[in-house]
Nanobody, 115 residues
Framework: QVQLVESGGGLVQAGGSLRLSCAAS????????LGWYRQAPGKQRELVAT???????NYADSVQGRFTISRDNAKNTVYLQMNSLKLEDTAVYYC?????????WGQGTQVTVSS
């Protein structure tokens, strides 16, 4: 049974940082592309960042230069380092495998940015 478990969310002041983790079980991530998505209240889920199995990354314009996606295949985990957080980054963050969002999802972790 494949499971993705996100962690690391919380309440942070604007300008602060958080690091999200997504630990996979039941599947090895080393040959998969993974993605981070987010969904703010009243909005559609949107793609934030992706990382391919060879480590190539891509970001939404809104987070480019502030967020960094990475992976540790030995730990079967993907990360999202979020710096310079803004109020508009408040959302539930989900990891997805594959990155297209057509397969497995985690349960999400809440990120709240306060002023």
């Amino acid at each position: 049974q494949v499971q993705l478990v996100e962690s690391g969310g919380g309440l942070v002041q604007a300008g602060g940082s958080l690091r999200l983790s997504c630990a996979a079980s039941g599947i090895f991530i080393d040959r998969n592309n993974l993605g981070w998505y987010r969904q703010a209240p009243g909005k559609q889920r949107e793609l934030v960042a992706t990382i391919t199995w060879i480590g190539s990354t891509n970001y939404a314009d809104s987070v480019q230069g502030r967020f960094t996606i990475s992976r540790d295949n030995a730990k079967n985990t993907v990360y999202l380092q979020m710096n310079s957080l803004k109020l508009e980054d408040t959302a539930v963050y989900y990891c997805a495998l594959p990155a297209s969002g057509t397969g497995y999802w985690g349960q999400g972790t809440q990120v709240t940015v306060s002023s």
